[in-house]
């Protein structure tokens, strides 16, 4: 079977592929256990589906502009995984029921995090970047993790269900003002969220 996958724009370069070396399209890598995937430099974007249901290392381009829904859905990566500093989307259920052994960490980089981008997955942290502006519904819904830390100041919206069954929520922090923590607009089914303890940065005391 399949052991090694570099992928750079259009060229696949498969070692020990019993099918050969041919073109990706969407979910072409799906069902493949313990596969070391490499994504070139040149590569900006992930289809939808690419590698789905894997069992994988993974090391991403420099490059990397978008991720496209259900890419990684329900992939156990046994390495910790690095986002590039140029990461902008992130698609629905782009990392949905995944196992990642490591902190989730998206640079100030990244704008859209898709629905159900991280639902049911298990991860340490999460950090958000500065540039977010909105979190979608259930984009961490059912996510195993311990802590999450928010850098988003001029957030506006966290969508339904975003942080829906999130029972090993313990801390949330925060970097802006509880001012602006409370204008934030936070939709309904966020109990887990809500309750968990607040840590602002900054003080509205001036």
């Not at 259009?10 to 070391?36: A, H, K, P, Q």
């Not at 782009?94 to 981008?117: K, W, Y």
């Not at 029972?167 to 003002?177: C, E, H, I, R, W």
Request: hydrophobic share 40%; glycine share 6%; proline share 2%.
């Amino acid at each position: 079977g399949i052991e090694k996958i570099y992928w750079n724009s259009d060229l696949v370069t498969n070692y020990n592929d019993e099918y050969g070396s041919s073109s990706l399209f969407d979910g072409s890598y799906m069902d493949c256990d313990n596969i070391e995937v490499i994504i070139g430099d040149a590569v900006e974007k992930l289809p939808v589906r690419l590698f789905a249901d894997m069992k994988m290392t993974l090391t991403m381009g420099k490059n990397l502009t978008e991720i496209g829904d259900s890419a990684f859905a329900r992939c156990t990566f046994l390495n910790e995984i690095t986002f590039p500093e140029t990461l902008v989307k992130i698609g629905a259920a782009a990392f949905s029921n995944a196992v990642l052994p490591c902190d989730i960490i998206l640079d100030n980089t990244v704008e859209q995090i898709g629905n159900s981008a991280f639902s049911g997955a298990t991860v340490k942290n999460i950090k958000l970047g500065r540039k977010v502006k909105s979190i979608g519904s259930q984009v961490f819904s059912s996510t195993k993790y311990d802590s999450i830390e928010i850098d988003i100041p001029d957030a506006e919206f966290i969508g339904w269900r975003a942080f829906y069954n999130c029972k090993g929520l313990k801390d949330v922090y925060y970097t802006g003002t509880k001012a602006q923590w409370d204008a934030i607009e936070i939709a309904d089914n966020n109990e887990d969220f809500l309750n968990a303890a607040i840590h602002f940065k900054w003080s509205d005391v001036t």
